[in-house]
């Protein structure tokens, strides 16, 4: 559609600098401090769709950070797709590895340097801005409903209370959401599937203070080492995870849909190089896009205890802590990992030490059919616009709202994710590409007329 | 002697404030922030030595902290006791756990809490106190030399280089240091050897930068979870240490020194209870005694890495750390077992990280016989003012300054130590009995009339 195309490459600075107003906000959702930027940035996106031709845009209370729901009806008896995003970031931490602040974005190469960049503001608002453009070409034949919440980053859990509250609200045909990446821009892939979550916090305590280790050291439980200890009795020497029952609920993949994965592009040297490491990791009997997408994992995603400033102190501490949480893929269910992991690391604790243990945050895993009307319009813009057909692949990442919107709503769900791998979500210097925002601006429209027509 | 008895006596509430006014001065040595307060503890010490009676005293300039020389010479045919103490303490973290301010002292319930109330300033302050006693009431019969260093809670780097340039200025008979534990003041006890120290930092790198969990996790190494693999390594089922070569050098105690120190007082309930553990924790085959006292110990003093803050943060993190230390007994050499650590974490750092591991601290053990005339004076004093013949005993801290010290001036040490194993040395809320600080004011001048005479 010219017209699109017209109206996209007049507009295209004013997108990106709406897009940077958002990306300056800090939507930190794990850190208490930032509650007047959660709610100075909701009320950012709610007049954001307003103007982008959004009939209704409401910030709606919760127990946590607001929810934004705008919404542009055309005809009730049209389709509607109902946008799912969220405008909360990770905490940006460690600082001092960003090249520049995480929340001072900057242009460089071609690449939008932010927290929040790729995951999820610039992904969202490439939606904002499709309506927009639909909208000011009159070209909006179906409906469109926006549900973009503030705590994804820790887990939504005030997001099933909120759509169990607003079923008709979020009534729908498909859930459409870009959270995700594709493999390049040159080889674009559409997720159906999105692993699980099962993540906790594990707390061991020997004696009742911090002792010298010179007077105590040999003689009484040393909570770090016994952590290190209990962490690596969690996997065996082929890197399968060894926790009883943990793989029980597996569906293992066919040999044919492996050796469909075999098929997507990888380069086991330049996945080396990218990462800066000289052998990878992991689960033996498996390949790097396997371990990654249909294998479920068991990683430490931190840990603490003691000492750990500047210079030497000879102490033999009285707690260690670590955050520790599980992939899962279909049928595992979070619910029971959780449980399992909680359960393992209290028993597993060595006479010495005490251990406190409990759930941080969680989803369940989720796939998506590539036979629906959905998907199939999906691969077709993707197709339009990129000129090359999209592969199905499988996210190692985790959406944890999916299986509630499938569950409240009743639909199902597609993904369209236009980030890449490289985009350093979590991490210092996340960066979204230029190129993937404009072109999934310009093409999710095509989603919305493949979909209705 | 009466008339020492009665000049404590009328001064005791000034001496008790002097020691507060030292406390209240932050002199953390390991962290630079604090480089004024070195200084102007330095020269309080320096002040407070000249009018306790000290002919002279200097603070000297080191490349670190400086370090505070006094002295007064009788009569040089007299014999010399050099005191050794130190003005610098640990950091005061965790923060959070102290009751009251680590270097606001407050006494409660007959105890001084404060940040080095123990260790050291409040024993060394016991040798400025004993010798304006002496002073003051004109029996000081033998030449008394005070070396009050400012680094021993870093490793005293810089005082092998002032201690070899300065010999003459530090010739003396005994050194007298009061840097240690006794049993109780039920049962007076003198340190015959100290442990050594080997402490090392390790720093585990996987992927160039933090990474999702989620994309990434399963496909590359983790760098937490193999540093506790390593870490986990250390110990076998009976809590040995397994690296290789590591007790090669100790030499084991007879049956007949084990018999001694088994009767030593020991409650193991008692012991228990008061660290709040159900279960002690150490190497099979030993005592609690022993563990702490005759056998080398291997200890994680701090760990971190990836994400330590509230919430859930899904990184693969691509660094992890830990600090850790090895308590030495004789025959073991700190340099040694140092090159060991670095060595073994190096070399079994699994595929898929790099390790970086560095010396940061290091100290030789040491052992004083009992059969010299120091050791016997030290014995006589204690017995005169406590009522009770000290026992021997094997101390399970490290003052790696001993060798040092006895290998430039060719004398042997003599400890004699007023705190207790329960002082919360190195620990939030260290504090320093009262009954303690004055006990031993009243005995050190039986010292050095005993070791005189």
Redesign the interface.
């Known amino acids: 559609m010219q017209a699109w195309k017209d109206y996209q490459e007049k507009n295209k600075d004013r997108f990106l600098d709406e897009l940077l107003e958002l990306l300056r906000i800090p939507s930190v959702s794990?850190?208490?401090d930032h509650k007047d930027d959660m709610r100075k940035c909701a009320e950012k996106v709610q007049q954001r769709l307003l103007e982008a031709g959004a009939a209704t845009a409401r910030v709606y209370e919760t127990a946590g950070h607001p929810v934004v729901y705008a919404e542009k009806i055309v005809d009730p008896s049209k389709p509607t797709v109902l946008v799912y995003g969220h405008y909360d970031v990770?905490?940006p931490?460690?600082l001092n590895?960003w090249h520049s602040g995480p929340f001072e974005p900057v242009i460089k190469d071609g690449r939008i340097y932010a927290r929040g960049s790729a995951d999820d503001k610039g992904q969202f608002y490439m939606h904002v801005k499709a309506l927009e453009i639909l909208s000011k070409t009159n070209s909006l034949e179906n409906n469109i409903k926006f549900l973009i919440e503030g705590e994804e980053?820790?887990?939504s859990p005030n997001l099933a209370g909120f759509v169990a509250a607003h079923k008709d609200l979020l009534k729908c045909d498909v859930i459409l959401i870009s959270d995700s990446?594709m493999i390049s821009m040159e080889t674009p892939s559409i997720d159906i599937g999105?692993?699980g979550?099962a993540?906790i916090q594990v707390e061991v305590t020997?004696?009742?203070?911090?002792?010298?280790?010179?007077?105590?050291?040999?003689?009484?439980?040393?909570p770090?080492?016994l952590?290190?200890?209990m962490?690596?009795?969690?996997?065996d020497a082929n890197n399968h995870i060894t926790i009883p029952g943990f793989y029980d609920d597996v569906v293992e993949s066919t040999p044919e849909e492996r050796k469909l994965m075999a098929e997507a592009p990888y380069d086991e040297t330049e996945y080396k190089n990218d990462?800066?490491?000289?052998?990878?990791?992991?689960?033996k009997g498996f390949t790097?896009n396997e371990?990654?997408g249909i294998?479920p994992?068991l990683?430490?995603?931190?840990?603490?205890?003691?000492?750990?400033?500047?210079?030497?102190?000879?102490?033999?501490?009285s707690k260690?802590?670590?955050?520790i949480?599980a992939?899962l893929v279909p049928n595992q269910s979070s619910e029971k990992i959780t449980e399992m992991l909680l359960q393992y690391f209290k028993k597993i604790a060595?006479?010495?030490?005490t251990v406190e243990a409990y759930n941080?945050?969680g989803g369940e895993p989720y796939m998506t059919p590539i036979d629906s009307k959905a998907y199939k319009a999906a691969a077709q813009a993707i197709e339009t616009t990129f000129g090359k057909k999209p592969i199905p692949v499988r996210?190692?990442?985790?959406i944890p709202i999916c299986t509630i919107l499938e569950k409240e709503l009743g639909v199902k769900i597609v993904f369209m994710g236009f980030g890449l791998?490289s985009d350093?979500?979590?991490?210092?210097?996340e960066k979204f590409d230029l190129v993937n925002f404009y072109k999934g601006i310009e093409t999710i429209p095509y989603f919305h007329k493949y979909f209705t027509s």
Chains 1, 2 share one sequence.
Do not use: F, M
Not at 275 to 283: H, I, Q, R
Not at 350 to 353: D, E, F, H, R, S
């Open positions: 794990a850190n208490s990770q905490p931490d460690p590895l980053e820790v887990g990446s999105v692993r979550l993540y020997g004696a009742n203070r911090d002792l010298h280790s010179g007077v105590y050291g040999g003689a009484v439980a040393n770090i080492t952590l290190a200890k962490i690596a009795s969690c996997h990462l800066g490491v000289k052998e990878l990791w992991g689960e790097t371990r990654t294998r994992t990683e430490i995603n931190g840990i603490w205890g003691g000492y750990t400033a500047e210079g030497a102190k000879t102490v033999l501490p260690a802590y670590a955050k949480s992939r060595p006479a010495g030490v941080l945050h996210g190692g990442g985790s791998d350093n979500l979590h991490s210092p210097n």
